[in-house]
């Protein structure tokens, strides 16, 4: 919670508070007039709009996510030893952390206010508007991130990402070459 004050000609007023009113849950608005009656004071005790999370029931759940997932040891070890910070890294954190507040790694734990901070600070990252589920909107981009992973290998060892036979084979025509 905050609290706002504006400055505005009387006759603003009434289009000052409806502006307040639909930008955040405001309080009860007061108006004190200046003493010349050229200005109004308006103070009001506000909070943020939350936005209504969109819906991601056709979003996968964690077990669907993470289920071609590397093992937590090795996933620890190339976070530890990554020196570039960027997007991948943050998330597979954000992934791995999920994982762990989930309950699929024996042995591990992470409280799911951790898997949530890592993910919503993901999606700052990646500039996502507000309103989705942020550990939903990680295995979402984690899915993602496994299938250009995969896609990636596939190409450098020669073979069709469509139908992963080698090159020379293909006949696809959805081959990134035809």
């Not at 007023?13 to 004190?32: K, W």
């Not at 960027?86 to 790694?105: N, T």
């Not at 989705?132 to 990402?161: F, H, S």
């Amino acid at each position: 919670m905050f609290e706002i004050r504006i400055i505005c000609a009387p006759a603003d007023t009434d289009h000052a508070v409806a502006a307040l009113d639909s930008a955040f849950n405001a309080g009860t608005v007061t108006v004190y007039p200046s003493r010349d009656g050229e200005t109004n004071r308006l103070y009001v005790r506000a909070e943020h709009k939350h936005a209504p999370e969109r819906n991601v029931t056709q979003w996968p759940n964690a077990t669907e996510a993470y289920a071609a997932a590397p093992e937590p040891e090795g996933e620890m070890l190339w976070l530890s030893n990554t020196e570039d910070r960027g997007r991948d890294w943050w998330l597979r954190r954000a992934a791995l952390f999920d994982r762990m507040a989930s309950g699929l790694i024996p042995g591990y734990t992470a409280s799911p206010r951790n898997a949530l901070d890592l993910a919503s600070r993901l999606m700052d990252l990646d500039g996502t508007a507000e309103g989705y589920n942020p550990r939903a909107y990680v295995r979402q981009q984690y899915i993602v991130w496994q299938q250009q992973e995969r896609r990636r290998a596939l190409i450098a060892d020669g073979r069709c990402p469509n139908c992963q036979w080698p090159e020379q084979d293909c006949n696809c025509a959805d081959h990134p070459d035809a």
